[in-house]
């Protein structure tokens, strides 16, 4: 159960990351600009929940690199919310900032890794 509500997380969140490039690949049918308009609002669940479940599974033993992806676009899509946390905004701020730059490249992946996590 954890690992379709992982891949359904994961799959949203790179479709939230990963949209300058998947917006380069559909053309003019503006089909992924409707997805992520529709998920947008739910940024901060998705992030929530791929978090919360790649560390489940991080520390129950499976998939180390999968669920390591997955917190990092959880770090991404948190961005927001992390400057609110009192002990580690500031540090996660920062982490977060820093991963910028590969926004859409963890995005693919977890579109990727969600799809292979569903099969």
Do not use: E, Y
């Not at 891949?7 to 917006?23: K, P, R, Y």
């Not at 409707?34 to 739910?42: D, E």
């Not at 982490?95 to 590969?102: C, I």
């Amino acid at each position: 159960m954890i690992t379709l509500l992982l891949g359904m997380a994961n799959i949203s969140g790179g479709i939230l990351l990963g949209l300058a490039t998947l917006d380069k690949w559909d053309g003019d049918s503006n089909f992924f600009n409707k997805i992520a308009g529709f998920l947008a609002p739910f940024q901060t669940v998705i992030g929530g929940a791929l978090g919360i479940l790649a560390a489940m599974r991080l520390f129950g033993g499976h998939g180390i690199l999968f669920n390591v992806a997955s917190i990092l676009g959880a770090l991404l899509l948190l961005t927001h919310a992390l400057g609110k946390v009192p002990a580690f905004g500031d540090t996660l701020k920062k982490l977060s900032d820093k991963l910028m730059p590969f926004k859409a490249i963890i995005g693919i992946a977890l579109i990727i890794i969600g799809l292979i996590g569903m099969f």
